[in-house]
């Protein structure tokens, strides 16, 4: 029986019937689908089809042709220099080619060391950053589970270290007690990480120290320059290690570039630091002398990297309190010098004379 309307069946309400599973009458149906789902794929060439592939080329930038075009045309001119080199060596002299041969066989299996190295460099950092990004989502949403999970991580991280033995071994007598998530992310940062923070903020102060004292007496710009970018590359390195990071060349490149991007997403010189704001505030920056202004700034701005790097370098964020500020730094640095350390405190009572 047809509908007047559209010529089609109408639809009839059957009763529910209990079926097998190898009945033909389910079977069938089943295949019908499956067979509307391969008619309805996109076939290939078709629009549906193209627009991926239009995504995936425009993702293949002209840069990085490049990088590989430079990279294999270098490496095949390197790998024919030394070709011909040991081949006038054999030329020459037998002794000379084979030992051209062993040298080039050093200088093969040294590259593959380094190659090695810098993949475990790249790969420590990569698993600091995952292993901060757990502990800081497990305190954020008080998750047990994933705070345990971490603080395994961390205490693997730090197993080859002797100083850490003694907050090891107090993580793991708290990992055995019912603790909450962020409980546990805070008795980690108090027990383990604490002795390593006080570290690295002494390393800071004393980088911040000695970039302060040479640009104060330094009668070339190009000797403050060079010794500011020393100094904060070494403070950087240093905090890595610190904490666990050890970057080899790639790597310190690639924790360089986070660092400058913290201090980027961070506001720089961190302005809103009290210490710093009234120190500024107060108009008494312009009463130090030209070379010891000039000094405490680039002690600042030393000191404001290695913040930044601490953040970067840390395996777990900052729960319980606050991190170090550039504040804390400038206190040691001014009271370093008796004009800084009168100022300093000039400082200090108008602050409280205002509060």
């Given at each position: 029986?047809?509908?007047?309307?559209?010529?089609?069946?109408?639809?009839?309400?059957?009763?529910?019937?209990?079926?097998?599973?190898?009945?033909?009458?389910?079977?069938?149906?089943?295949?019908?689908?499956?067979?509307?789902?391969?008619?309805?794929?996109?076939?290939?060439?078709?629009?549906?089809?193209?627009?991926?592939?239009?995504?995936?080329?425009?993702?293949?930038?002209?840069?990085?042709?490049?990088?590989?075009?430079?990279?294999?045309?270098?490496?095949?001119?390197?790998?024919?220099?030394?070709?011909?080199?040991?081949?006038?060596?054999?030329?020459?002299?037998?002794?000379?080619?084979?030992?051209?041969?062993?040298?080039?066989?050093?200088?093969?299996?040294?590259?593959?060391?380094?190659?090695?190295?810098?993949?475990?460099?790249?790969?420590?950092?990569?698993?600091?950053?995952?292993?901060?990004?757990?502990?800081?989502?497990?305190?954020?949403?008080?998750?047990?589970?994933?705070?345990?999970?971490?603080?395994?991580?961390?205490?693997?991280?730090?197993?080859?270290?002797?100083?850490?033995?003694?907050?090891?071994?107090?993580?793991?007598?708290?990992?055995?007690?019912?603790?909450?998530?962020?409980?546990?992310?805070?008795?980690?940062?108090?027990?383990?990480?604490?002795?390593?923070?006080?570290?690295?903020?002494?390393?800071?102060?004393?980088?911040?120290?000695?970039?302060?004292?040479?640009?104060?007496?330094?009668?070339?710009?190009?000797?403050?320059?060079?010794?500011?970018?020393?100094?904060?590359?070494?403070?950087?390195?240093?905090?890595?290690?610190?904490?666990?990071?050890?970057?080899?060349?790639?790597?310190?490149?690639?924790?360089f570039r986070k660092v400058v991007t913290h201090l980027a997403v961070t506001g720089g010189m961190a302005a809103?630091?009290?210490?710093?704001?009234?120190?500024?505030?107060?108009?008494?920056?312009?009463?130090?002398?030209?070379?010891?202004?000039?000094?405490?700034?680039?002690?600042?701005?030393?000191?404001?990297?290695?913040?930044?790097?601490?953040?970067?370098?840390?395996?777990?964020?900052?729960?319980?309190?606050?991190?170090?500020?550039?504040?804390?730094?400038?206190?040691?640095?001014?009271?370093?010098?008796?004009?800084?350390?009168?100022?300093?405190?000039?400082?200090?009572?108008?602050?409280?004379?205002?509060?």
């Amino acid at each position: 029986m047809t509908n007047p309307k559209n010529g089609a069946s109408p639809r009839r309400n059957r009763k529910p019937t209990a079926f097998r599973i190898d009945d033909r009458r389910v079977q069938e149906p089943l295949e019908e689908a499956e067979t509307l789902e391969r008619d309805r794929a996109p076939v290939a060439g078709s629009p549906a089809e193209a627009g991926p592939r239009v995504d995936q080329a425009r993702r293949f930038g002209w840069g990085k042709l490049f990088a590989i075009g430079a990279g294999g045309l270098l490496s095949l001119g390197f790998g024919l220099a030394i070709d011909a080199l040991i081949r006038d060596l054999f030329t020459r002299n037998d002794w000379l080619g084979w030992a051209g041969v062993v040298l080039a066989a050093m200088v093969a299996l040294g590259l593959f060391g380094l190659a090695l190295r810098e993949i475990g460099s790249l790969l420590r950092l990569k698993r600091i950053d995952e292993l901060r990004m757990t502990l800081a989502e497990a305190a954020d949403g008080d998750d047990e589970k994933r705070a345990r999970q971490g603080l395994a991580e961390l205490i693997q991280l730090y197993k080859a270290r002797p100083e850490t033995a003694a907050g090891r071994r107090q993580l793991r007598e708290h990992m055995r007690e019912i603790i909450d998530g962020r409980d546990l992310v805070t008795l980690a940062e108090r027990d383990l990480l604490s002795p390593l923070d006080a570290r690295a903020r002494r390393i800071v102060t004393d980088s911040a120290k000695r970039v302060s004292v040479v640009t104060a007496v330094s009668p070339r710009a190009i000797v403050d320059l060079l010794m500011v970018l020393y100094e904060n590359f070494r403070l950087i390195r240093r905090l890595s290690d610190l904490y666990g990071g050890r970057p080899g060349f790639l790597g310190f490149l690639r924790l360089f570039r986070k660092v400058v991007t913290h201090l980027a997403v961070t506001g720089g010189m961190a302005a809103g630091d009290s210490l710093v704001s009234q120190l500024l505030g107060h108009g008494l920056a312009a009463r130090l002398s030209a070379r010891l202004g000039e000094g405490v700034v680039n002690g600042l701005l030393t000191a404001r990297i290695g913040i930044a790097a601490i953040d970067v370098c840390r395996p777990a964020p900052f729960v319980s309190g606050r991190g170090p500020t550039v504040s804390d730094v400038t206190a040691e640095l001014f009271r370093s010098d008796p004009q800084a350390k009168a100022l300093l405190e000039e400082v200090e009572n108008a602050g409280g004379k205002d509060a």
